[in-house]
């Protein structure tokens, strides 16, 4: 069984709902820094950022030895391989949705999280600033919505995990002061990828999550 240690932010989403839609074995294991359940000496020889989300494979597809995984993107492949799902073995669809799986993480990603930092998070308001990623954001909307006019997903015709690491930071277009009613295609994929069983688990994973932390 999968040891899944779980932190409510995107990249823990993405994992949640990859692995409901697998339907592996897997367990749950919600943690923050500072849990007496998981202190900082026991994250850190999990994944050097201290934080989720992280996965334990017992038993890896190649025979190998138990397996420690850390970052989002990272798990995504390593489950598509393991799975043998939503990731093509054929050449040009692979690399398609490589090419997602990188320009969500390292374009996408550092964009809406800027965007919702200095919107309502840091203490100073700075309207340039706040302008000139409110900007950007709307730039990476549109690449999304031209790229989905032409394709019923992110990587093409099949759903992948391109989609599952887009669709929790598309959840929160409302923080980043969008209106999905201007991006139709993007709107048009998210309603679909919502009703979605596995992403519908996901999110009551979330919830239980944010709940027992409260009570904590």
Known sequence: MIKFYYTPIPDGKKIAIFLEELELSYSIH????????????TLTT???????PIIIDPKPHTGEPPLTLYGAS???????????????????????VLQWLFWIENKLMPTLENMEYFSH???RIIPSTIELYQTETVGVYQSLEQNL?????????????????????????????????????????????????AVIIARRIDTEW????KIE
Do not use: C
């Open 74 to 96: 990272t798990i995504l492949v390593y489950l598509a391989e393991k799975s043998g799902h939503l990731m093509s073995a054929g050449l040009r669809h692979r690399y398609d």
């Open 46 to 52: 999990l994944s050097p950022e201290e934080r989720g």
């Open 149 to 197: 006019i032409k394709n019923m997903y992110i990587a093409g015709d099949r759903y992948s995990i391109a989609d599952i690491a887009l669709y929790p930071l598309i959840d929160d277009y409302q923080k980043q002061r969008i209106d999905l009613q201007n991006y139709p295609a993007v709107n048009n994929w998210y309603q679909r990828i919502s009703k979605r069983q």
């Open 121 to 123: 998070h840091s203490k």
């Open 210 to 213: 944010r709940l027992k932390s």
């Open 30 to 41: 919600p943690f923050k820094l500072g849990n007496v359940d998981y202190p900082l000496q």
